[in-house]
């Protein structure tokens, strides 16, 4: 949470110097803390807040990024039925004594499964074909 300390000091209409008379903190700690605002301790902000006439719940409220809500997840399996399907396509292209391949599971074969198991399967494709 940023909170513009600098822009809230002059609506109030006073200088550095006012303010840091008015909360008992010196003017370069004011200066410091307008530079930096996330480095300002909490109770030193309420302090600089009640004494610049704003209420903190409010500025917090409004100082505080939006919630991301809706997050797109996209399609999970669709990059593990691109991979599936560039495998049936290597292996219905590979010469005859490649082509020992057990049956490639579908994506919905492999959902089941990770049903069963309770967790993501971990699936690894070896043979020939990796080296390049």
Do not use: C, H, Y
């Not at 410091?32 to 301790?41: G, I, M, Y």
């Not at 309420?46 to 719940?57: D, H, I, M, S, W």
């Not at 691109?82 to 599971?105: H, I, K, N, T, Y």
């Amino acid at each position: 949470m940023t909170i513009n300390l600098k822009a809230l000091r002059e609506r109030a209409g006073l200088s550095q110097a006012a303010l840091a008379e008015g909360t008992g903190l010196s003017q370069p700690a004011i200066s410091r803390f307008e530079d930096n605002p996330d480095t300002v301790p909490w109770g030193e902000m309420l302090r600089l807040l009640r004494a610049l006439g704003v209420n903190p719940a409010e500025q917090a409220e409004e100082a505080s990024p939006p919630v991301r809500t809706g997050l797109d997840l996209g399609s999970p399996t669709a990059q593990l039925q691109r991979d599936l399907s560039l495998l049936v396509e290597f292996a219905g292209s590979a010469p005859e004594a490649m082509r020992s391949l057990p049956d490639v599971p579908t994506v919905d074969e492999l959902m089941r499964l990770a049903g069963l198991l309770g967790r993501k399967p971990n699936v690894s494709l070896t043979g020939p074909f990796d080296g390049g």
